[in-house]
């Protein structure tokens, strides 16, 4: 009796120890690609990573409460969650209907060189699965900082190196705080 007590205790330890050293490794990994300076990993980004079809840019412009002017184009876009969600998208529209975009969409002044800090972030799927999103190639860009909406957060970049054209850099993620200037904006993409 007092052997089989004995073994029962030993492997209760062992038990604990080894759910200790486990709990203790997923807090360490978590952290690890919670931090600012280290991206989530590939296996799980493309987990949960989706391409956005060409037909639901009107879908993606709903969300980030964009005005797109008639000749605007699809070029390529990601969805993609985890606690919130993150859409990145690139769209060109012809250079003569930039103004139209930028007044009726709400954006306010584009600033001349800014590249903001979401877009220039590497560690989105936009940086890892598609092979044109380059916001670091162009040399005259302007764009419009963390804007806060209603239900999301966006930033954009303008590329502005063709006379013809500008091609739309796009992130757009959830907010759970304040509102801004739209009334009820959808708070889950269809995608």
């Not at 859409?87 to 975009?101: D, G, H, M, N, V």
């Not at 806060?148 to 006379?163: A, G, I």
């Not at 091609?167 to 959830?174: A, M, S």
Request: proline share 8%; hydrophobic share 40%; aromatic share 8%.
């Amino acid at each position: 009796m007092r052997a089989r007590r004995r073994n029962l205790i030993i492997g209760g330890v062992a038990g604990l120890a080894a759910l200790s050293a486990a709990g203790v490794w997923g807090v360490a990994k978590t952290l690890s690609w919670l931090s600012a300076d280290a991206p989530p990993d590939d296996e799980y980004v493309s987990r949960d990573v989706s391409r956005i079809k060409p037909e639901k840019m009107a879908n993606v412009a709903k969300t980030a409460e964009l005005v797109l002017p008639p000749g605007s184009t699809w070029i390529d876009g990601y969805y993609y969650y985890w606690q919130e969600f993150h859409i990145c998208a690139r769209l060109r529209l012809p250079a003569s209907e930039f103004e139209a975009l930028v007044r009726d969409s709400k954006l306010g002044t584009p600033v001349p060189g800014l590249r903001p800090r979401e877009i220039m972030n590497a560690g989105h799927p936009a940086s890892k699965h598609d092979n044109g999103w380059h916001p670091d190639k162009p040399v005259n860009v302007s764009g419009v900082a963390l804007q806060t909406l209603t239900s999301v957060h966006r930033e954009l970049m303008f590329d502005l190196d063709s006379t013809e054209t500008v091609t739309v850099y796009l992130i757009v993620w959830d907010n759970d705080g304040a509102a801004g200037p739209s009334a009820t904006p959808p708070t889950t993409p269809a995608f």
